[in-house]
Nanobody
């Protein structure tokens, strides 16, 4: 059983910053990808950023230059530093872990950016 626990969401004014964390526990392959998706009300879940076990990263165009994904492999934890937040970043942010053919999800954390 793999468990992902997110933290760090909240309410922030436009232009502000938040840092999300996601800690993974359980049994999974040592080579894996972790990442963040988000889902705004009435919209589909979309990719925000991913990071492979080797450290390579991928970002949605909408967050490039503002968000940074990083990981602590020793602790199986992934972070998302979000700067220059915009109201359109408001969404529930979900942590994900890809381990072999299986994709695990966290419960989500709300990020609200006020204008």
């Amino acid at each position: 059983q793999v468990r992902l626990v997110e933290s760090g969401g909240g309410l922030v004014q436009a232009g502000g910053s938040l840092r999300l964390s996601c800690a993974a526990s359980g049994r999974f392959f040592s080579i894996y990808t972790m990442g963040w998706y988000r889902q705004a009300p009435g919209k589909q879940r979309e990719l925000v950023a991913t990071i492979r076990s080797g450290g390579s990263t991928n970002y949605a165009d909408s967050v490039k230059g503002r968000f940074t994904i990083s990981r602590d492999s020793a602790e199986d934890t992934v972070f998302l530093q979000m700067n220059s937040l915009k109201p359109e970043d408001t969404a529930v942010y979900y942590c994900t872990l890809y381990s072999g053919p299986i994709n695990y999800w966290g419960q989500g954390t709300q990020v609200t950016v006020s204008s």
